[in-house]
């Protein structure tokens, strides 16, 4: 396991601190905003009678208090990082470690089947302790109770812990490391999905999200304990599954076999911009996806902001210029929010480019089209031998020129 964290190293401290920040941040602004019970009340009438509100964040149990208030508007998200955090980690230490030949090379070496898989997820659990820690120190230091904290830090944790486990199935059941991502993205979504439409209709769908397990905690609105042990024993049997499909399937291959590709590419696979849209179009198509449900859920709640500002005049006093000046305080942060995610498929798409820089449509294309916006980048190809002035066939220093009829055998 040294061997992974010391992989690690330069990028697990980031997840860490976006976690901590998120929290950091939320927890001042709040305390600041909603500092007295008639405060509080005031919130509880608008927001939380706001359907796209609890939607987004979670459910209005937790206006209860200042602490509640602050897990309501932050726990979704904390959740949402700490599970990349664990789907990044343990996906690079299993099935992009299988697909690199990494762990083949591991493997040569005096180490057991599942010794990999058990130190990826011990790895993982590690993470999740400490930013279960950090959660919990963040929240102290800010001046909420200590057994909200405590509760608030274990419910992130295990999150993670179950995100971690479901990682290290997905690996054992795909053949490749995007199918992975792909299938653990989806479950998150659904995930978010499931608590979205509980907490704002049917509140079994809650109990149906790794999301709802941690916000059925209910911290600082009641401090239930006994919630966490759903995480925890899906986090158990997730792991037990991952080790029994290790035992099942070939090195290297995944349980699901990859299907043949057709025989005849299609004609729009003839063209570079057809490849692109060819090897983009499930990123792409994700990204514009989540980005319009963000909108609207964004554009939602913007139009009860004129009516926060009148059940909440401190609101106003903070921000002078009346509501259509608050509402642009709202939306200038979700604007760069939506921009970050913008760059964030920029850079997605750049990445899977240099990794494709190679792959070239089989017919013949002008150079200047061979790299479409999302394959941009200098190219690692050496320029033909006919550019070359020292190449076969040139004169260099006096040596004799070797002809095509002399390497004929006589």
Partial sequence: MSFML????????????????????????????????????????TIGANTAVIAMSGPPQLLESIGGEIVFEIFAFLAIVVALMNMFLVGRQTRADEETGRAELLRSARVGRRAPLAAALALAGLADLTAGTLVFAVAAGTGLPLDGSVL?????????????????VAAQIFENIRAVYGAVASVLGAAYALRAAGDTGNDVLSWLSPIGWGQRTYPYAGDRWWPLLVPLAATVLLAALAMVLLDRRDFGLGLIPSRPGRPVASR???NPFGLAWRLQRGALIGWVAGLALLGAAYGSIGNTIEQYVADNPQIADLLPGGAQRIIDAYLGPHRERVGA????????QRAAGARRRDIRPSRTCPRHRDQPPQLAGRTSQRRPDRHRPHAAGHRRRGRPRVRADDLRPR
């Fill in 6 to 45: 010391r992989r690690e190293r330069a990028t697990l401290p980031w997840w860490l601190l976006g976690v901590t920040l998120l929290l950091l941040v939320q927890s001042t602004q709040s305390q600041n905003l909603y500092g007295t019970a008639e405060d509080l009340v005031n919130l509880r009438q």
């Fill in 152 to 168: 608030l830090g274990a419910a992130v944790a295990a999150v993670g812990f179950t995100f971690a486990a479901l990682t290290a």
């Fill in 268 to 270: 729009a696979l003839g």
């Fill in 341 to 348: 995610d913008r760059g964030r498929l920029r850079g997605h």
